[in-house]
């Protein structure tokens, strides 16, 4: 938590705002893909695992993008022990005034992370960081008018993608309210506003404004993620004021470092490829070293790790940050 805000921590924190759930670690612990999306219980017992055998010092019990969209109305193929949910289809057309549902978090879909985010407080108390997570309005977006027509509204009907901007974003906050109740420390504000589908100059006109409300409205720090190459918005993201940037490895660690400034605090940065999936022990720990060396401030995979990673592999990563902190003392 004070690596969220660029404090300083006896040694390097290490931890995720995102999934680091193998299809390994549910065979170790018998808890499978999809019940843990959808039992309170699992979910909780799944996702501390991730503190308890991985060795990071967060606990993020959301695995997939689906909860808050399932409880809008959204289709979902919730996958299985060897893939993760998707949303499939779409609810709205773009010019549609549409209305959120008043008791969309009293819906399973969103109740369940609820619950399981409560049992994570109740047993870990302040030993861990729990950290929830919630969509912001650009993925919410997606999902319910499909990613073409959204896409494309951004160009030809700004109108209208501000219009849903604006409904969705209750959605966010009010999920994130709901999980800062239900005990979670920080959380991951996930929107997908990669440079593949969102020019830097659309981040600044239709996002910036409301991430930085989301960090003014909300009482506990903001994890944004948002994969691929972000290096063009990174200036415009540490302007939210937003505490964390989860980056991803499409971003060389100490550009990031230079682009976020003093202010901002960085997690990830680590590929899930190359590194978590297909690295050798060596090149973990070199990795972790130029993450170190770069300044950032939370070290971790930049994404929700693929399913076929080795958990061997994420457990030497979170070692291998313990271990280099005790090769330089002070
Ligand atoms: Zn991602």
Known sequence: ??????????????????SVVTTDLMEKSRIFFPEAHLSPELMAELAALGHEKLGFDNIMPLFSVCHESAALGCQVDWGDRYSMPSCRGKIANIEDDIKVREDFLQQPECQIPLKALNLLRKRYGNQVAIVGKVFGPWTLGYHIFGVQEFLIATLLNPAAVHQAINRLKLVTIRFAQAQIEAGADALCLADHATKDLCCPHAYQEFLQPVHQEFQEKLSCPLILHICGDTADRIPAISQTKIACFHFDSAVPADQARRLAGEKLALMGGTSNLNVIRKGSPEKIWDDVKEKLAAGIDIIGPECAVPLDSPSENLQFLASSVRLLRREKPG
């Open 1 to 18: 938590m004070t690596a969220l805000h660029r404090g300083k921590t006896p040694r390097p924190a290490t931890g995720s705002a995102t």
